[in-house]
Structures are given as structure tokens and as C-alpha cells.
């Protein structure tokens, strides 16, 4: 992904892409914090992520639980902000 100005100000050359989601289907948005770690390639902290095996039909406050459990687990050196949404239609 290059690198440039904030998403969404249509700056920087990103691409849009489109994905259909379905009912029960749960989005997951992070910031950087969350998976960066200093003297680590971006691609290994994704990969980290993309291989939890988390349940998403429970409560979306113990899934964001669970992922900071898995992800945070020493002081961060950025800030972290998770968000979650089910798809109910």
C-alpha cells in the first residue's frame, strides 16, 4: 500500500475495492497501533492478525476484548483504536 496522505481525502493513490458482506457478518477496522511493532515488517504484524481464529457470533465488546488480548501485549508505542459492526441485514 503506498504511502501518503489519510484514507478518504482522495489523496495518495490508494484503490477503492468493494466487498459483499452478508447478515451476521462482522467488520473489523484498526488503526496502525494495532498491528505495528517497532524493528517488525508491517506484513508479519498482518499476517499475526489474519491468523487468530476469532468467533464472531458472541459479543462484539468481547471479540475487541480478545483481539487486544492477543495483539497488545506490552505497551504500545502508538495509539490503538479497534471498532467492530455486524452486518444485521
Known amino acids: 500500500m ?8 482522495g489523496h ?13 457478518d462482522v467488520l473489523l477496522l484498526y488503526t496502525d497501533g494495532l ?16 491468523g487468530f481464529r476469532l468467533h464472531s457470533d458472541g459479543d462484539l465488546g468481547e471479540l475487541v476484548d480478545r483481539i487486544l488480548s492477543l ?8 495509539d490503538i483504536a ?3 459492526a455486524r452486518i444485521v441485514r
Open 12 to 24: 495518495g493513490g490508494y484503490e477503492a475495492v468493494s466487498a459483499s458482506c452478508r447478515p451476521g
Open 71 to 78: 495483539l497488545v501485549v506490552e505497551p504500545a508505542d502508538d
Open 82 to 84: 479497534v471498532l467492530t
Open 35 to 50: 498491528v505495528e511493532r517497532r524493528g517488525e515488517d508491517i506484513d508479519a504484524s498482518l499476517d499475526r492478525l489474519a
Open 2 to 9: 503506498p504511502v501518503g496522505p489519510p484514507l478518504g481525502t
